[in-house]
């Protein structure tokens, strides 16, 4: 495995954190005024290093067979395919969805939503990232390089925090449904866990480096990792010996913090995490147990995950230790026929016992009170 060395990394101003991550630095200059505080916590006052290392290798969707395959490690940014495409009223379906379960989605999409309505649904596409819907339906229009997409998705699949920017800006028809529970989160090491770390305390220590997502970028999921560190130590009836929540945040983000410490990924923290421990410069990642899972199941020979509560087949989050839940909603348009029965159709297939038993094979499970439908 290849270790960036820390002469390649570059301490990075937030403008700077943007120009390195890609796209249009004035667009996106607001984003980063700030990282989100964390509830109760000290503040942060460390700038993270972005830490860019080679790509790992992810599972792509099904063989579609002998077709045209230009596939390479920057195949998701697209540089060599260029196009726009519109006229959406011919397009079957559209979904926005985050990436947090991306796994068990492409599994209920080929396996399940396909054989039972690819007849009817010839042309869709969907996305699994950062929640982007709210700028999606805002401007119609999502770019992925040099690809140009026009269409207006019929479902959004993200966090509550989300959905209710999308309610209040009058996108969702109907009310957004509780669809996804996590597990918590977990925390993501080298294969054989070299550093020996066992604990949210054991990010304390010097020698300790660890990645979250970009917190300009991805402020959602930042939070959520960052306040299970501090409400997991918080909630600790046996801290180490003189070692309050507060010192661990601080030896993590505030003054306190060794430079170099803190790194953060480039913008969809889902695979640049994995990446950084793997081959950049950290030796830790928080991240939710389904993707941890997963990581570990994809790459065996690169990763172990430590639970912060139960065991790795049975994780049991301690106290502190955030579980989000997903939710769906549909989204207002002037939808055709055919798209309204396309969006009922997979909107059924979400609710559907399989999709159930798709989720519990990968480390997720359904809301308190479910109901398959």
Same mark, same amino acid.
């Given at each position: 495995?290849?270790?960036?060395?820390?002469?390649?990394?570059?301490?990075?101003?937030?403008? @700077?954190?943007?120009?390195?991550?890609?796209?249009?630095?004035?667009?996106?200059?607001?984003?980063?005024?700030?990282?989100?505080?964390?509830?109760? %916590?000290? !503040?942060?006052?460390?700038?993270?290093?972005?830490?860019?290392?080679?790509?790992?290798?992810?599972?792509?969707?099904?063989?579609?067979?002998?077709?045209?395959?230009?596939?390479?490690?920057?195949?998701?940014?697209?540089?060599?395919?260029?196009?726009?495409?519109?006229?959406?009223?011919?397009?079957? @379906?559209?979904?926005?969805?985050?990436?947090?379960?991306?796994?068990?989605?492409?599994?209920?999409?080929?396996?399940?939503?396909?054989?039972?309505?690819?007849?009817?649904?010839?042309?869709?596409?969907?996305? +699994?990232?950062?929640?982007? &819907?709210?700028?999606?339906?805002?401007?119609?229009?999502?770019?992925?390089?040099?690809?140009?997409?026009?269409?207006?998705?019929?479902?959004?699949?993200?966090?509550?925090?989300?959905?209710? $920017?999308? #309610?209040?800006?009058? #996108?969702?028809?109907?009310?957004?449904?509780?669809?996804?529970?996590?597990?918590?989160?977990?925390?993501?090491? $080298?294969?054989? /866990?070299?550093?020996?770390?066992?604990?949210?305390?054991?990010?304390?220590?010097?020698?300790?480096?660890?990645?979250?997502?970009?917190?300009?970028? #991805?402020?959602?999921?930042?939070?959520?990792?960052? +306040?299970?560190?501090? #409400?997991?130590? $918080?909630?600790?009836?046996?801290?180490?010996?003189?070692? +309050?929540?507060?010192?661990?945040?601080?030896?993590?983000?505030?003054?306190? %913090?060794?430079?170099?410490?803190?790194?953060?990924?480039?913008?969809?923290?889902?695979?640049?995490?994995?990446?950084?421990?793997?081959?950049?410069?950290?030796?830790?990642?928080?991240?939710?147990?389904?993707?941890?899972?997963?990581?570990?199941?994809?790459? !065996? $020979?690169?990763?172990?995950?430590? !639970? @912060?509560?139960?065991?790795? &087949?049975?994780? =049991?989050?301690?106290?502190?230790?955030?579980?989000?839940?997903?939710?769906?909603?549909?989204?207002?348009? /002037?939808?055709?026929?055919?798209?309204?029965?396309?969006?009922?159709?997979?909107? %059924?297939?979400?609710?559907?016992?399989?999709?159930?038993?798709?989720?519990? =094979?990968?480390?997720?499970?359904?809301?308190?009170?479910?109901?398959?439908?």
């Amino acid at each position: 495995m290849r270790k960036c060395s820390t002469t390649k990394k570059v301490l990075l101003a937030a403008a @700077l954190l943007l120009l390195a991550s890609g796209g249009g630095l004035a667009s996106r200059a607001a984003e980063a005024q700030q990282v989100p505080p964390v509830p109760g %916590a000290p !503040p942060i006052v460390v700038t993270p290093v972005l830490d860019v290392p080679h790509l790992l290798q992810w599972p792509i969707d099904p063989d579609r067979g002998t077709v045209p395959n230009l596939t390479d490690q920057a195949a998701d940014r697209l540089y060599d395919l260029h196009g726009n495409i519109g006229a959406c009223r011919h397009m079957g @379906l559209v979904l926005s969805s985050e990436g947090n379960y991306n796994m068990a989605l492409q599994a209920m999409w080929y396996h399940v939503f396909l054989p039972r309505y690819g007849s009817l649904v010839k042309t869709w596409y969907y996305t +699994t990232s950062p929640p982007i &819907s709210v700028p999606q339906l805002a401007h119609n229009n999502l770019t992925f390089g040099n690809l140009n997409l026009t269409c207006r998705p019929e479902i959004a699949v993200a966090s509550l925090r989300v959905m209710k $920017k999308l #309610e209040a800006a009058g #996108e969702v028809q109907g009310k957004p449904q509780a669809i996804i529970r996590g597990r918590g989160n977990v925390l993501l090491v $080298k294969a054989g /866990n070299p550093k020996g770390i066992h604990s949210v305390w054991d990010l304390a220590r010097p020698d300790v480096r660890i990645v979250t997502p970009n917190p300009y970028l #991805e402020p959602g999921a930042f939070l959520n990792y960052a +306040t299970s560190i501090y #409400e997991i130590a $918080k909630n600790d009836p046996h801290p180490p010996a003189g070692w +309050t929540a507060n010192r661990l945040f601080n030896a993590i983000f505030g003054a306190t %913090a060794p430079k170099g410490k803190w790194l953060i990924g480039d913008r969809i923290h889902h695979r640049d995490e994995p990446q950084a421990v793997a081959y950049g410069g950290a030796d830790v990642a928080v991240i939710m147990y389904q993707l941890g899972h997963y990581t570990m199941v994809s790459f !065996p $020979k690169l990763f172990t995950i430590v !639970p @912060l509560g139960g065991t790795v &087949s049975d994780p =049991q989050p301690l106290p502190g230790n955030q579980v989000g839940t997903t939710y769906m909603a549909r989204i207002r348009g /002037n939808w055709t026929p055919a798209q309204r029965a396309a969006s009922n159709d997979l909107w %059924a297939t979400y609710r559907s016992a399989v999709f159930t038993r798709i989720l519990g =094979q990968y480390g997720l499970r359904r809301p308190a009170g479910w109901h398959n439908h």
